[in-house]
């Protein structure tokens, strides 16, 4: 079974530039989510959806942060403009729905963002 | 106050040996508990869930007290593929939105 794919793999940008992430979750996984994981810390939840709704956006830098998934499959998480302090990796998994028990996430490869 | 509190470590140790890690968390409505894995510039991946009467799996066993808010993981005999960074894990509000709380993770080291 394919897992959750995720590109780039690394990117290099400057300050107040652009970037976008894609990432394509495994077959039948209804809930999608993004992470933000700074050098030394572990993984945050940024936004989760389930299906093409956002269940979970409280952690989500609003004003530079933008996710959407508009087809409930693959999602995409742009930053713009970047700051210094966004240079992480950004971890995209996908889970069955939520409801009654934890359902394991399954992470992809992530995308490591260095902002110059 | 961190919601998830680990000791960074590093945990240096020689292959065999038993070693154990801690973790403390905040919020007592915490409901659901894990230890993830993950290798140094990989992903994290689920190890093991974690309750109450305790979870073994080989050589590892993971224990949760809800009194003190403490999850811990043990591992017997040490191999130097154990060498990783282990995430404790902790669910706010059980299943109902799915959501991970990770701590910083422990770095473990297994030396030959």
């Known amino acids: 079974e394919a897992g959750v794919a995720q590109s780039p793999r690394y990117k290099i940008i400057e300050k107040r530039q652009s970037v976008a992430f894609w990432c394509n979750p495994i077959s039948g996984h209804a809930t999608l989510y993004w992470y933000q994981q700074i050098l030394g810390q572990g993984p945050k939840l940024l936004i989760q959806f389930q299906n093409n709704g956002v269940v979970d956006d409280s952690q989500l830098p609003k004003d530079r942060f933008s996710a959407e998934r508009l087809k409930g499959v693959d999602s995409t998480l742009k930053i713009q403009p970047a700051k210094l302090e966004d240079s992480a990796v950004y971890l995209c998994?996908?889970?069955?729905?939520?409801?009654?028990?934890?359902?394991?996430?399954?992470f992809g490869p992530g995308t490591r963002l260095t902002v110059l | 106050r961190k919601e998830v509190e680990q000791d960074p470590g590093p945990f240096n140790v020689p292959e065999g040996a038993t070693v154990a890690f801690n973790c403390t968390y905040s919020?007592?409505?915490?409901?659901?508990f894990f230890w993830y894995r993950q290798d140094c510039r990989k992903e994290p991946k689920l190890l093991m869930s974690v309750y109450s009467s305790g979870n073994e799996d080989g050589r590892f066993t993971a224990q949760l007290n809800r009194a003190s808010q403490y999850i811990s993981l043990l591992i017997r005999d040490s191999k130097l593929s154990d060498s990783a960074t282990y995430l404790c894990v902790v669910t706010p509000y059980g299943g109902a939105t799915n959501k991970l709380i990770f701590g910083t993770g422990t770095l473990l080291a297994v030396q030959p």
């Open positions: 919020n007592s409505a915490s409901q659901s």
């Open positions: 998994a996908s889970s069955l729905p939520s409801g009654g028990a934890v359902n394991e996430q399954f």
